[in-house]
């Protein structure tokens, strides 16, 4: 029951935290966000813009029967979710190709049907609890790594060293729920 509590509340939240969005994005939260971040201000936004035109794409192309995320780090695109079938995982790919700007992608879409609402609720709740853990443990600055859960599998980005890669793995593997660990980070030297 406990579970079930905390999964309603963390939906409830995240629900209400996507209409403070366009507000944070040109507020000083933003700003925040920047100051604690290994990118520059321009990379920041132009990862931004990477994605709204990507999600576009996805929209008006891949049809309702897909689920696709698009997040860009240091204009390195990962692709999850769900498509019915390979040409759309592939077509997702290679719509990328028409936006400016793409160092590289991950493609780690699946092939199936789309994902639950509940099932979303559960990855927004297992990513909230590897934050959380990020910042209990305070191995490092838990900004350094950006966080996205697809079906209970935690996919970690970032540009961080090797020991605050390790450290991020670990943490997100001896999380409860977590399936799988993908890393997707680019090392500093």
Known sequence: MQLLTKLILSTALATQ????????????????????????????VEDENIELKAVKKMETNLGENSHVNV??????????????????????????????????????ITVGPKSSLGSRSG?????????????????????????VTENSVVYLLGI??????????EIARNTDGVTKVVKVFEYMN
């Open 71 to 108: 997040t860009s780090y240091n204009r390195n695109v990962l692709l999850t979710g769900e498509v019915p079938d390979d040409a759309k995982k592939t077509l997702a790919e290679s719509l990328l190709k028409e936006i400016a700007n793409i160092r590289q992608v991950t493609n780690e």
């Open 123 to 147: 990855d927004t709740y297992i990513t909230s609890k590897v934050k959380t853990q990020f910042i209990t443990e305070n191995r490092f600055p838990a900004n350094y790594v950006k966080i």
């Open 160 to 169: 961080v060293t090797k020991e605050e890669g390790d450290a991020a793995v």
């Open 17 to 44: 935290l996507v209409g403070c969005l366009p507000a944070v994005v040109g507020g000083a939260a933003a700003g925040g966000a920047m100051a604690a971040d290994r990118r520059s201000s321009g990379i920041f």
